[in-house]
């Protein structure tokens, strides 16, 4: 993550995804478009986190497999239920 000064306003720029400049003109100011920076750089390391939560097909099977067995369990207490009855 960085965030540099420019001569008209702040750019901003973290690994991986394009850099974004926060002119000071647009923001009404210098701290003001540094704040916007700030925030910017935020929100992508939020969404970042977000992604890697998000689930890869490794952990889809797993958790089809997990509750495929569940429901196994479910059905066979039914039938013992069921017999008891």
Do not use: C
């Amino acid at each position: 993550m960085a965030i540099n000064r420019t001569k008209s306003g702040w750019q901003a720029r973290l690994t991986g995804q394009p850099s974004r400049h926060f002119a000071a003109s647009s923001y009404g100011g210098s701290r003001q478009a540094h704040k916007a920076a700030e925030s910017y750089i935020a929100e992508l390391r939020r969404s970042r986190r977000t992604a890697k939560r998000r689930l890869t097909p490794r952990r889809l099977l797993r958790k089809q497999d997990l509750i495929a067995s569940a429901e196994q369990v479910l059905r066979q207490a039914r039938s013992l239920m069921s017999a008891r009855g």
